[in-house]
């Protein structure tokens, strides 16, 4: 398959503003404001914010497309010759006012590097989806967890199970011996012709990208109208804290975009406005926010469920 | 000098008691609460927190005392094989309610290590107290900085430029090339008998601590009824993002404490309560919020301006 790069970045651009316009639609006042940048070395991005909309509090969906030197130190991970990289990615973050909407993240990339005369040593796709709610609704997890399971059961029948799987490990807060959410899929490295043919992975990595809105949308239209009291908006507030522990302290995208002068203000857009730490909070068993964080604590097989 | 360890240990217990009692005083209101706490493998500590207070919105001092086995990626990185360990200290981290009143950070710690047969093989002090605030007072840190130079001038002359250089260059957030706060002093691997003699050196490590109270408590008087505005304390609240960065993302401490299986509660505790995180969000120039990040972007010298 040739002009992959080309490609998966036309679809990343056609997707981010399809995801824009459909979030901005379920907000119906807020709208996202565009931010371009460029990056020393070659590439840059496009950063859309949305912030004080009637349903979402702040968000973000950025793409970016970069290439130019490999620092040997990444070579030396991926154990390779390749002075030269090229990536383009879709990112995105989207945090509600409401304590009854969830928040979701979404990434999707593709990578390539060179070897010294250009051609290309390693490519591969990333990804993946996953939603953080504040309030277990276990129709909507069965419902989102379905969206994705049937958009990865038309590529490739064991995907599924394997990146699910791969998401609850990855979005894992150690520390507290919880999850982050109620997980989603996550994948990385996949290999073009060693995965699936070269042409298939594309279609792979562009359908989980269009699987974004239809996993979402509905639920935040199911919630965005319901009453909410402080109380529930001060646990929102806590568990943001937890977002904000899993993305500076254990996810390697924030990390590395820090320890390599990428773009702050892009990267950091991941956290929410309003957080809140309370000295050994606990919510009281059997409460909601304790039915919340049981499954947080023991995630579960939402299909089998179903 | 014999019972290092014994003397420090009842040092920072009733240092805890002191300063507890000396930000009672100053709040008039909050009372710290006291939470015991055991580890598992030897030892626990006594987490103390003040939580809504008039002056203070969420605060802790904290004492541990701790020993067992020395793990052995710890062996390595201090070279030496010491497989048994016992540590003691007090941190504490104070976060008032008004933008007016700056936070603060403080800690005084001993270690020591043994090898096979229970003979010390390695020992040192580390420490330091470092100023937050959230509107620019010179006075403030002159002040600040002054007392912690005449504290550590009483012991040796070179140590106050070591170690306030030192406090710059550790609470510096990389990532936003910035300085956390206005320093202070920081120091580590104080050996008795390389440093000082030992005698000299613990009596060092009680003065630092000892020269918390008179170094913040004057702040908190001066600036603890000034008024306020929303946009201020949005403000500080902003600002709190960045010490939440900083903890999380570059503290030593913290991310020991998260790897080992320290006490969560204790070890965040550091964070305070109300946070926010505004997409890229910079002061009008000239304004006292500007003022600020110009101090933080370029620390000064405080003694020398003084």
Redesign the interface.
């Known amino acids: 398959m040739q002009d992959v790069k080309e490609k998966f970045q036309a679809h990343i651009l056609q997707l981010q503003d399809k995801i824009c316009a459909a979030l901005e639609k379920v907000d119906g006042k807020g709208k996202f404001e565009e931010?371009l940048w460029k990056r020393d070395g070659g590439g840059g991005g496009k950063t859309r914010?949305i912030?004080d909309g009637a349903v979402f509090e702040?968000g973000?969906v950025n793409t970016s497309v970069v290439f130019g030197d490999l620092p040997e130190a990444m070579q030396k991970h991926f154990g390779v010759t390749a002075p030269k990289f090229f990536a383009c990615g879709l990112s995105l973050v989207i945090h509600p006012k409401s304590p009854k909407v969830p928040t979701v993240h979404a990434n999707w990339r593709y990578f390539e590097m060179y070897d010294a005369n250009g051609d290309i040593a390693g490519s591969w796709f990333g990804g993946g989806t996953d939603l953080t709610p504040y309030y277990l609704d276990e129709e909507d997890a069965v419902n989102f967890h379905t969206t994705l399971k049937n958009m990865c059961d038309e590529h490739d029948s064991s995907f599924y199970s394997k990146y699910k799987m791969a998401c609850d490990k990855y979005f894992y807060n150690s520390?507290?011996d919880e999850a982050r959410g109620l997980g989603g899929i996550f994948y990385d490295y996949l290999k073009p012709d060693v995965v699936l043919p070269a042409e298939e992975l594309f279609n792979f990595a562009c359908a989980a990208g269009e699987s974004f809105i239809p996993s979402y949308v509905p639920i935040v239209e199911k919630h965005k109208l319901e009453e909410f009291t402080e109380d529930q908006k001060e646990w929102q507030?806590i568990r943001r804290?937890r977002y904000?522990?899993f993305n500076?302290?254990h996810d390697k995208g924030t990390?590395f975009g820090?320890?390599t002068n990428g773009r702050?203000?892009s990267i950091?857009?991941s956290?929410?406005?309003?957080?809140?730490?309370?000295?050994?909070h606990h919510p009281k068993s059997g409460s909601p926010e304790d039915d919340l964080l049981q499954v947080l604590k023991n995630p579960k097989d939402w299909i089998k469920l179903s």
């Open positions: 931010d914010v912030r702040k973000g520390h507290r507030e804290g904000v522990e500076l302290i990390l820090l320890k702050i203000e950091l857009m956290l929410p406005a309003q957080v809140r730490w309370e000295y050994n």
